[in-house]
């Protein structure tokens, strides 16, 4: 991703944390992935759960007190990434082992490395 899709996704981000119609989970999701902006042991954390499964990244929300479920997950990924119109929740779990949560996960170790490499 370059500087400027970077920064769209740290505004779509900034613009989920004032939206009032998301689940408790959704919004906990959120303030997870923005804690990295301001607290560099958490960037470092969800950098590294980029690769692991949703359980363990479920797990590390609980640990801070954000808890959130897979569909949760779900919801924020389809509002940062959009919704596939070819391929359902569900199949791209079957053909990926689980890509939503990856792509969770990367949204925050995506926003983690890049605050890193500004500090």
Known sequence: ???KQIEILKNKIGVLQSNDSLSLGAQNLVKLLSLSDTDEDVAKRLNELSTTSKAEF????KEKG???TEEDMNVISNELFGASDELTDADLEDVAGGITAVVAAAV???VAGVLLASN
């Open 58 to 61: 479920i797990n590390y929300g």
């Open 66 to 68: 954000l808890d959130f």
């Open 108 to 110: 925050g170790g995506l």
């Open 1 to 3: 991703m370059d500087k």
